[in-house]
């Protein structure tokens, strides 16, 4: 039996009105869903900004920069910024890390180069020793447009004075080897001076370069009491946990930044927020997100970079505390991010290890002025002292060892001494220096951080270095006739071979000086 089509226009109506109560209540409950959503999403905006600008205003109120234009060293006058200094240092510096290597092996090809290299040895003295130092960086552009190109050239001037160092001990003018030691450590200040991590790791690393020249130039010569005490003092006024907490406000300041880039749509990751002018707009996951997460995310955006202050601001404390508390506080906040604080989690740094090199910086500086305050004590007593006591009688206000809060250990055997520090493990490995060649990383392994000043190791060390490089020498020299030889061409001997230390100068008086720089 058929339905009538009366009753089948009748079943269409009444679905239609059913579908249009489904519809109309079904609209209003999803209006009335998105009111309340975007009345929840007002509130914790309101709420999570309120915690934002509670965060920033604790920084204020303790007078802390927020912009790293704060941070920035204050600019003297040119004829007092060694920055400028060092600038032309650089323009006449040509110097290759193989001839370092090498002139630290070979005392006359270290002549030769000390002397190809005396306008920038002589300009890089003169930039140490000057107190100010400010390099024309516009600390207003924004954060991810800033760079540092001095830094590595820091480090290579300080390599080249560490070989300047050791040819001046080998030539006996003990002295002047101590102030090539001294521009080192200068030079690691001032690149602490920028207020950035990098900075101030750049200045460790080259504080830890000037403490190998000048363990090398105790161990193989006798300064003058009055040059181990002028280097002394200059040690013992060397920035530890300052350079740091700048360099921590400074990373502060740029997240701070960062974060406000973002919020304005400004090109804070490159292709994320911005297309170059020539390129097709580039559309992805990663951009749809990162634009979505400072605008309809807001209350996670505004707790993110709270997050961030807020771990910026324990490190900073963190910086103060000794260690071990220092390191299980950074240990735990390395960890502590949790996975809604996505920007904090992938621009935050592990200061950690930041901070375990300020510590092993601090420790290398403490043990080199032990080591200069004994110098100086057997040039007035003509031995070195059995205790470190007699230095402390003597008037040295000797430093005390940063790991373990305790005077640092000290062993003195015939003429050779050695003084040490605990370091990260806080264990006394009885005075054992950290081995690259055994696997072990210096902070776990059984190691202390050493300062050894025997001429008989120094000198075993020298020659080490002089086979090491006549192996890299005679392997060069193969691979080239090798090269030349499949390419056709008849080979000669063109590559200069290193000379091996072994004439009796290094670490004596032997040998003429050739150079005297009285003029710096």
Request: glycine content about 8%.
């Amino acid at each position: 039996m058929t339905e009538a089509p009366q009753d089948q226009a009748s079943r269409g109506r009444r679905f239609a009105r059913w579908l249009w109560r489904v519809l109309r209540w079904s609209c209003r409950f999803w209006l009335i869903a998105l009111a309340l959503l975007a009345i929840l999403w007002a509130v914790m905006t309101a709420r999570t900004g309120r915690e934002l600008e509670a965060e920033l205003n604790a920084i204020r109120n303790r007078g802390e920069p927020l912009t790293v234009a704060e941070l920035a060293p204050e600019v003297p006058p040119d004829e007092k910024n060694a920055a400028l200094t060092y600038q032309t240092a650089f323009d006449f510096l040509t110097l290759g890390d193989l001839d370092v290597d090498h002139g630290r092996a070979d005392v006359d090809l270290g002549r030769e180069v000390i002397d190809q290299q005396s306008t920038s040895i002589r300009l890089l003295i003169e930039a140490a020793e000057t107190p100010h130092c400010a390099w024309p960086i516009d600390y207003n552009a924004p954060g991810h447009t800033l760079v540092f190109p001095h830094f590595g050239r820091m480090r290579s001037a300080a390599r080249l004075l560490s070989m300047d160092s050791y040819v001046l001990t080998a030539e006996g003018d003990h002295d002047e080897a101590l102030r090539s030691c001294g521009a080192i450590f200068g030079i690691a200040e001032h690149a602490k001076a920028d207020p950035v991590i990098i900075g101030a790791l750049v200045g460790y690393a080259v504080q830890g370069i000037g403490a190998m020249a000048l363990e090398e130039s105790l161990s193989l010569g006798q300064p003058s009491p009055e040059a181990c005490r002028t280097l002394f003092d200059q040690l013992a006024s060397t920035s530890k946990t300052e350079s740091m907490r700048r360099a921590l406000m400074g990373e502060r300041a740029l997240g701070i930044q960062f974060f406000e880039d973002i919020r304005a749509g400004r090109g804070a990751l490159g292709r994320a927020f911005s297309d170059p002018p020539d390129a097709a707009p580039y559309v992805g996951p990663g951009r749809l997100m990162l634009s979505f997460y400072p605008t309809l995310g807001r209350p996670l955006f505004n707790l993110d970079e709270a997050a961030f202050m807020r771990h910026l601001n324990a490190n900073i404390e963190a910086i103060d505390l000794p260690w071990p508390q220092s390191r299980d506080e950074m240990q735990r906040l390395d960890y502590e991010h949790p996975a809604r604080h996505v920007l904090t989690s992938m621009i935050v740094p592990v200061f950690r290890r930041a901070a375990l090199s300020m510590e092993r910086a601090s420790a290398q500086v403490g043990a080199a002025q032990i080591a200069l305050a004994a110098k100086a004590y057997r040039a007035e007593h003509g031995r070195y002292p059995e205790w470190l006591s007699e230095l402390a009688a003597d008037g040295w206000e000797l430093p005390t060892d940063p790991f373990s809060g305790k005077p640092y250990h000290y062993r003195r055997e015939g003429d050779s001494f050695a003084v040490w520090s605990v370091g990260p493990n806080m264990a006394d490995n009885k005075g054992t220096p950290y081995n690259p060649r055994a696997g072990m990383s210096w902070e776990d392994g059984p190691y202390d951080i050493t300062f050894i000043c025997d001429p008989l190791r120094a000198r075993e060390q020298a020659a080490e270095r002089a086979a090491d490089w006549e192996e890299q020498e005679r392997q060069r020299a193969e691979e080239e006739a090798e090269s030349q030889r499949r390419e056709g061409f008849r080979y000669g001997t063109s590559v200069r071979r290193g000379r091996p230390v072994g004439d009796g100068r290094v670490g004596g008086p032997g040998g003429s000086v050739s150079r005297r720089r009285g003029a710096r």
